[in-house]
């Protein structure tokens, strides 16, 4: 949050407002965060003089942007189970009559994830997973290897993949033991395509 009150150094149209949408974590950081910066020009709660409004998301309770026609579903993530008052999400986005799913910094999802989204209706266009781990396999907090291949299985067990879903991991790192190529030849075979950077995904 950097703030000057000359308007000579950016000028931002004051109607343009930056909407954050976060779980009780993120709020948090983000309020000490404005109060820290915010001294200088008297903030008291109202993000409003940062040009930012905020949205505290509960998991499970969907989140309305009517303005984009598109609808937030915030998901329990099995991630940094030890700092509960964190409540990391992942998250399933509704754009007009469009799925997509983005699962990273979470391991195998928890039965109440599950349980949600086999009461839905929807099916995913798209899927993006997390894989930190690569081939290796990885049950909490974050996936790989088989946890990763089990996942995918199940949404299609469950008829929550469209028939021409794109389902993709990435999130990879140091902990993955492997390359670009060695991730192609385990996860290509099952249907998963191999995220990497510059990648850019447009649905079908």
Known sequence: FYYRKSTSFSKVDPDNTLHVYGGT?????????????GKTIGFNGDFSCLKMKDHEL??????????????????KADHMVKVATEEPFIYVIRWE?????????TG????????????????????IADCCFGTRDCLHGHMGG??????KNRLAEMG?????????VNHFSHNCGGVHADFEAY??????????????IFFK
């Open 160 to 168: 929550k993949l469209s028939p021409d879903c794109q389902y993709i």
């Open 187 to 200: 996860f290509n075979p099952h249907g998963i395509e191999v995220g990497y950077d510059g990648m850019e």
């Open 58 to 75: 509960k998991a499970f309770e969907p989140a309305e942007l009517p303005d984009v026609d598109m609808t937030i579903y915030p998901l």
């Open 25 to 37: 974590g993120v709020m948090r950081k983000l309020h000490l965060a404005a109060w820290e910066w």
């Open 108 to 127: 195998y999802f928890d039965d109440c994830v599950w349980d949600f989204l086999a009461a839905q209706d929807f099916k995913f266009d798209i899927v």
């Open 146 to 151: 088989q946890t990763s291949l089990d996942v």
């Open 97 to 105: 009559d469009k799925y997509l799913m983005i699962a990273n910094d």
